[in-house]
């Protein structure tokens, strides 16, 4: 209610001074956090997220520099495109549904994108040039250095809906191209603190490493291990990467179903401040339940 009035204050104060100080106070209130990530409705959720992301985007016009509602917008509409626009073209095509799923994932990369360049923008206030230097991976430690533990967020935020938009655009030979970008930007998030967010970027590196040439099933295996001992068991997502980026591949069917009934098993009132993420997981998990005989020979 506080931001609806604040959003309409905006309206009536105009343009100069009164207005910069209006959109840089409902900025900060942007940036603060919506509370969605507690709600159980996925449904309300998704109705609501686009006129937020609106919202916020309205306000970026007046505070194109306020960090924080930068990394907000990178936040929202990776989580926005992954959570509803991805599963939706994921499901689709479990169901042989190649023709409707295709525009689903086209749309979930351009979400994506803006994400990224979001966050790409928020990098540069940080470290001039970071973004050329990115794309061409050239002269890449001394951008990255200057990226401090405050801008954890918004690397984290930035290299997801990278990687995120590389996987819905895997027919994109230049976007495919920049892969190691997000890596690069993820392993300086691991080295400021590997232990964010109850090992966020651990859980990266276990949907990442399994899927990139070369990679290696061990290290996703540590990344895991560590992950877990973290949060202890109330990031269900984590699972389902672990999931199906090495029990598919490893045509363990079992297993596999074994780790689809943890996830499914799991009470979201338990980590009432991951409920929400759980709660998808949870949709996504009875999905994959649903299509095993799809994934597995």
Known sequence: MLRLLALTLLT???????????TGALAD????????????????????????????????????KHVGLI????????QYAYAFVQQDADADELAGKSSSARPKRERAKKLLLRARDYGLLGLELKSPGITEKLKSMKDLDPALAALKKEDLPLVYWTAAAWALAIGNG????????????????????LALDPDWEKGTVHEFFVSYLP???????????????????????????????????????????????????????????????NRLANTIAQRRAKLLQANLDDLFN
């Open 12 to 22: 009536l104060l105009g343009t100069g001074c009164l207005k910069n100080i209006a």
């Open 29 to 64: 209130a942007l940036s603060g956090g919506s509370g969605l990530s507690t709600d159980d409705d996925p449904e309300l959720v998704r109705d609501a997220a686009p006129f937020g992301l609106k919202t916020m985007e309205s306000v970026f016009k007046e505070q194109p």
């Open 71 to 78: 990394t907000s917008l990178a936040s929202g509409f990776t």
């Open 170 to 189: 895997k027919e994109d030979m230049g976007l495919v191209s920049q892969l190691p970008a997000p890596e690069a930007l993820m392993l300086r998030a």
């Open 211 to 273: 899927s990139k040439p070369g990679g290696s099933e061990q290290k996703a295996r540590e990344h895991f291990e560590r992950a877990q001992a973290l949060h202890g068991g109330t990031h269900l997502g984590m699972y389902l990467s672990w999931a199906e980026g090495v029990l598919v591949q490893q045509q363990k069917r079992e297993e596999f179903t074994a780790m689809l009934q943890k996830v499914l098993a799991f009470d979201v009132n338990l980590a009432p401040e």
